[in-house]
């Protein structure tokens, strides 16, 4: 079965310094793979995804098959990346990780 | 703005009493979806809707149920809760079939069980 690993459940990091939040998979295909995002007091939502290979409010993150990895990087952060990140599989249904609570140090 | 709207907020049942979570979107998506998400943990799909096409998840107690009268429309409905059923539930919505598979998901409602 499909798995998601988010190993770190709170990452503090100072505003300025680069960003990291792992995440690992377990998956025998081609996975199609998700970060969602959940700022305080708002609801879930897709901060970008693989396939689309793109930079949403800096961030980034590129597909490793090799490691079986997808993690989130941003060179500089920012208070208000303060939120939770989930990392996200698809196969016939989306499976979450447990999610990484970031919090950006002043 | 096209959004997917979930009410009541916050819900307080009592043990044993059934409750209705509503979910209504205005997306015009054809899947919808219920996950629950207690505290410290992943959102967990309890089942969805492709159109009209129900579909269960294989560990979804048999407690929980689901209704979707129109695109617009879901409801949650639990018949008997249970101290174990309190979370959050969130509703969420996507276009399969058309190359999006996004999910938009609604705030939220908090279901306490006394």
């Known amino acids: 079965a499909q798995r998601v690993t988010q190993p770190e459940k709170l990452l503090s990091v100072f505003k300025g310094a680069p960003v990291e939040l792992k995440c690992n998979y377990s998956?025998?295909?081609?996975?199609?793979l998700f970060w969602y995002v959940q700022y305080s007091r708002q609801r879930l939502q897709l901060l970008l995804r693989h396939i689309s290979r793109e930079s949403i409010k800096g961030f980034t993150a590129d597909l490793n098959k090799g490691e079986t990895s997808f993690h989130l990087k941003k060179p500089f952060a920012q208070e208000e990346d303060s939120a939770m990140y989930y990392c996200?599989?698809?196969?016939?249904?989306?499976?979450f990780g447990k999610g990484t609570r970031l919090h950006i140090l002043p | 703005d096209a959004m997917v709207i979930q009410n009541p907020r916050y819900q307080v049942t009592q043990f044993g009493k059934p409750v209705t979570l509503s979910c209504s979107q205005t997306l015009n998506h054809n899947v919808m979806y219920w996950y629950q998400q207690k505290s410290s943990q992943a959102p967990k799909l309890l089942f969805h809707?492709?159109?009209?096409?129900?579909?269960n998840e294989a560990d979804t107690p048999d407690n929980f149920q689901s209704r979707r009268p129109n695109t617009s429309f879901c409801f949650l409905d639990i018949r008997s809760p249970g101290l174990g059923d309190a979370a959050m539930y969130l509703c969420?919505?996507?276009?399969?079939?058309?190359?999006?598979?996004?999910?938009?998901f609604g705030p939220g409602t908090r279901l306490l069980v006394l």
């Open positions: 998956y025998s295909g081609s996975p199609e």
């Open positions: 996200a599989i698809r196969d016939d249904k989306i499976i």
């Open positions: 969420a919505t996507s276009r399969a079939g058309m190359g999006e598979e996004t999910q938009y």
């Open positions: 809707y492709y159109d009209k096409d129900f579909n």
